[in-house]
């Protein structure tokens, strides 16, 4: 009789960015290279393997990555690209399941409960097909919850696969740096460095009393996750409350810096709209000052917003609105009080018909 266990895949396309580049000019690959901004000022979005190798990582300022590797090659962002090999991907995993949860553009959740092929099988079988298919690679984690199978895709990269099991846990989980538990921040690694806690290992010598009264509902999900119990499941329908783009940089007050940023991230804010066929009625600016102070600034309208044009002429209207001069360290754009585009074109409709 076929175990009723939940199994569930997370996937995550290989330096993503970077493979799409080498994908569509191969004479970057084996080479350090990263998708980034050309300017000094930007920041590294994606590194391709070759380029991690020299310690170089997403949102790292270019000029240091330069200075770990000098015959770095920054290739510039092209969104519209990116979102155009993220569908090949996902039409190719929802021929596998009907269960699945994008997480982004290059990540996802798939609950295969209860299939007749094996798990491995079909893990192998969605390789091989997404490679053949789009030339991407991805790397795969299967168990029994979603903590672990994410756990698992990180595992064995690039072009992995892992599995992990109840018999695994927790001995598998001990010599692991705390960075790897789901749900907690930086904030929260921190807090429990500061105290010795550095591997799962020592946070499971932590009672649930101690971790709740450390970060309160989260601490007791941590508690149950590092033990393997992870009760969330797979929702292909999750509802987003909002979307965003926001990046860290090197501190700058530069306002033709900043602008761009912005023009950026708005260019990308409204990519990701289309792509769910999705607009807005708030949008929100979000800035961070060299000293950590965070501010936000949101205007909502009673139209829908989902332009590119839109989106840029009203956060330069909140920039220049709220910006005095200091040095900032992060530019964000949110979009909020989402509205489904296909239901709003499918009343106008009736309306009309009516």
């Not at 029994?144 to 099991?165: E, Q, R, V």
């Amino acid at each position: 009789m076929r175990s009723k266990r939940n199994n569930i895949i997370h996937v995550d396309i290989d330096a993503f960015y970077a493979s799409v580049e080498e994908l569509d000019n191969p004479a970057l690959i084996g080479k350090p290279m990263c998708v980034g901004g050309l300017s000094e000022r930007s920041i590294i979005t994606t590194a391709n393997y070759e380029a991690r190798k020299y310690g170089i990582h997403s949102a790292m300022p270019v000029f240091m990555a330069k200075q770990l590797c000098s015959d770095l090659i920054i290739v510039p962002m092209r969104r519209a690209r990116y979102v155009e090999k993220s569908k090949e991907v996902f039409n190719i995993i929802q021929k596998y399941s009907d269960i699945v949860e994008k997480v982004s553009i290059d990540e996802a959740y798939i609950d295969i409960t209860g299939k007749k092929a094996e798990p491995v099988d079909i893990i192998y079988s969605l390789k091989k097909d997404i490679k053949d298919s789009t030339g991407l690679t991805i790397s795969a984690g299967l168990s029994y919850n979603k903590f672990l199978a994410k756990l698992a895709s990180d595992w064995n990269k690039p072009n992995g696969m892992m599995i992990i099991t109840k018999s695994d846990i927790p001995d598998i989980l001990m010599p692991l740096d705390i960075n790897k538990v789901h749900g907690l921040g930086k904030k929260s690694q921190e807090k429990l460095r500061d105290i010795g806690i550095n591997t799962i290992e020592e946070l499971l010598s932590l009672s649930e009393e101690f971790l709740f009264e450390m970060f309160g509902k989260m601490g007791i999900e941590v508690y149950h996750r590092i033990r393997g119990i992870d009760k969330r499941k797979v929702e292909p329908d999750r509802v987003r409350k909002s979307m965003g783009v926001e990046r860290t940089f090197l501190d700058t007050n530069d306002t033709n810096t900043l602008t761009e940023y912005i023009k950026n991230f708005s260019k990308e804010l409204s990519e990701d709209l289309k792509a769910k066929n999705l607009g807005f009625n708030t949008i929100t600016l979000k800035l961070k000052k060299s000293n950590f102070k965070t501010t936000t600034h949101s205007k909502t309208f009673t139209y829908t917003i989902k332009d590119f044009e839109e989106i840029y002429d009203i956060s330069m209207k909140i920039f220049n609105e709220e910006y005095t001069g200091e040095k900032l360290r992060l530019v964000g754009i949110s979009a909020s009080n989402l509205v489904d585009l296909n239901f709003e074109q499918l009343s106008f409709y009736n309306l009309k018909k009516s």
